[in-house]
């Protein structure tokens, strides 16, 4: 397995490390409910280096990725970034990503660790001339602080203006006297940063904000905390509820394919879908019955299979057992009475307006 530079650390924190998309990660450190719960009311800190990062540089770097991305973005000013599906031409999704657009003609694509390879193949045998196209994931440790004190936290170790950092923005400068690349997003629907940097200088920044937020509750939080805020924000986890089998219109992200732009691999699939229609939708769910869905449990009405199940887990906000999955459109509405066949056994769940936690 592959290890990020801040792998001795989560150790020395008595972490529980499981393999995950090729990497050894820390799933929780003093539990999920606690880690959950901390970036929910105060902060918490993830390791994120297992994600993978590509760099397009040169004249033809935009007209590169708006080939391969449903969303547009031309639209991106430098310091802005963008969240996309990548599509095969049969609509499927290659992978949900970031863009950062660096310069005018330089732009970082942010992938999932386990699609890292993968998508780096994809990006070159469909990139366009005039344009360099490198895999610089070892080259950056990636933490994610997250929750409504992080603004507090980070500020006490950066000149960058955070009150002017806005959403889906970035800005170059230095955390702790080490240069970053600074954004404000996140993956678990609090107030929270991303913090882009060397690898040799991961584990001095993750003890800095550690001794920082000390006194804000701080915690190291894992994988396991992780999964349990984005769904409850109904962010999509590549491998579960979005991959190739899947494509944008059916998992709700409609919102991402730009249309208006003539050419991006997919385009005439997914517009297909869009005017003729599909028959599946991803909604999102809670259990009347006490239980817990797990990807992959088939989702019932009346005794008739509608779905599957793509993600589910106990709402450590809600104190309820919440899930995602796709089932028949006609079966898709707000209110539906479901049922999820938890080891043969159905138990009574209902479909629910999204997301979990506003």
């Given at each position: 397995?592959?290890k990020?530079?801040?792998?001795?650390?989560?150790?020395?924190?008595?972490?529980?490390?499981?393999?995950?998309?090729?990497?050894?990660?820390?799933?929780q450190?003093?539990g999920?409910?606690?880690?959950?719960?901390?970036?929910?009311?105060?902060?918490?800190?993830?390791?994120?280096?297992?994600?993978?990062?590509?760099?397009?540089?040169g004249?033809?770097?935009?007209?590169?990725?708006?080939?391969?991305?449903?969303?547009?973005?031309?639209?991106?000013?430098?310091?802005?970034i963008?969240?996309?599906?990548?599509?095969?031409?049969?609509?499927?999704i290659?992978?949900?990503?970031l863009v950062?657009r660096?310069?005018e003609?330089?732009?970082?694509?942010?992938?999932?660790?386990?699609?890292?390879?993968?998508?780096?193949?994809?990006?070159?045998?469909?990139?366009f001339?005039?344009?360099?196209?490198?895999?610089?994931?070892a080259?950056?440790a990636?933490?994610?602080?997250?929750?409504?004190?992080?603004?507090?936290?980070?500020?006490?170790?950066?000149?960058?203006?955070?009150?002017d950092?806005?959403?889906?923005?970035?800005?170059?400068?230095?955390v702790?006297?080490?240069?970053?690349?600074?954004?404000?997003?996140?993956?678990t629907?609090e107030?929270?940063?991303?913090?882009?940097?060397?690898?040799?200088?991961?584990?001095?920044?993750?003890n800095?904000?550690?001794?920082?937020?000390k006194?804000y509750?701080?915690?190291?939080?894992?994988l396991?905390?992780?999964?349990?805020?984005?769904?409850?924000?109904?962010?999509?986890l590549?491998?579960?509820?979005i991959?190739?089998?899947?494509?944008?219109?059916?998992?709700?992200?409609?919102?991402?394919?730009?249309?208006?732009?003539?050419d991006?691999?997919g385009?005439?699939?997914?517009?297909?879908?869009?005017?003729?229609g599909?028959d599946?939708?991803?909604?999102?769910?809670?259990?009347?019955?006490?239980g817990?869905?797990?990807?992959?449990?088939?989702?019932?009405?009346?005794?008739?299979?509608?779905?599957?199940?793509?993600?589910?887990?106990?709402?450590?906000?809600?104190?309820?057992?919440?899930?995602?999955?796709?089932?028949?459109?006609?079966?898709?509405?707000?209110?539906?009475?479901?049922?999820?066949?938890?080891?043969?056994?159905?138990?009574?769940?209902?479909?629910?307006?999204?997301?979990?936690?506003?």
């Open positions: 397995m592959k990020t530079p801040l792998n001795q650390v989560h150790r020395e924190l008595g972490a529980k490390l499981i393999e995950f998309g090729g990497w050894e990660m820390p799933v450190y003093t999920i409910l606690q880690e959950h719960q901390a970036v929910r009311e105060k902060c918490g800190l993830f390791d994120v280096s297992h994600m993978g990062e590509i760099h397009f540089a004249p033809g770097a935009l007209a590169t990725i708006q080939h391969l991305i449903t969303n547009d973005a031309a639209r991106l000013k430098v310091g802005q963008l969240y996309t599906p990548m599509c095969y031409p049969d609509g499927g290659v992978d949900d990503l950062y660096l310069g003609e330089e732009f970082l694509m942010v992938v999932n660790a386990a699609n890292t390879d993968k998508d780096f193949e994809w990006v070159k045998d469909n990139s001339e005039d344009v360099k196209i490198t895999n610089q994931s080259d950056y990636q933490l994610a602080l997250q929750g409504p004190e992080a603004k507090n936290i980070l500020q006490q170790l950066t000149e960058i203006k955070l009150d950092l806005k959403y889906y923005w970035f800005e170059r400068g230095e702790a006297g080490t240069e970053v690349i600074l954004s404000r997003t996140g993956y629907g107030l929270g940063y991303e913090i882009y940097l060397k690898t040799e200088d991961a584990v001095r920044v993750w800095r904000l550690m001794e920082t937020g006194e509750g701080l915690l190291p939080a894992g396991g905390a992780r999964d349990t805020l984005r769904l409850e924000k109904k962010f999509c590549y491998g579960n509820d991959d190739e089998n899947r494509h944008p219109l059916e998992a709700g992200l409609g919102w991402t394919v730009k249309f208006s732009k003539k991006f691999i385009r005439e699939t997914l517009l297909k879908y869009k005017e003729e599909y599946e939708k991803l909604v999102g769910f809670k259990l009347i019955e006490r817990i869905a797990r990807h992959g449990y088939k989702i019932k009405a009346n005794g008739e299979d509608i779905g599957i199940v793509t993600s589910g887990s106990f709402s450590p906000t809600l104190r309820e057992s919440i899930g995602l999955g796709y089932v028949k459109r006609e079966k898709a509405g707000i209110g539906q009475e479901i049922e999820i066949v938890i080891r043969k056994r159905p138990v009574a769940a209902e479909i629910v307006e999204t997301p979990f936690v506003k």
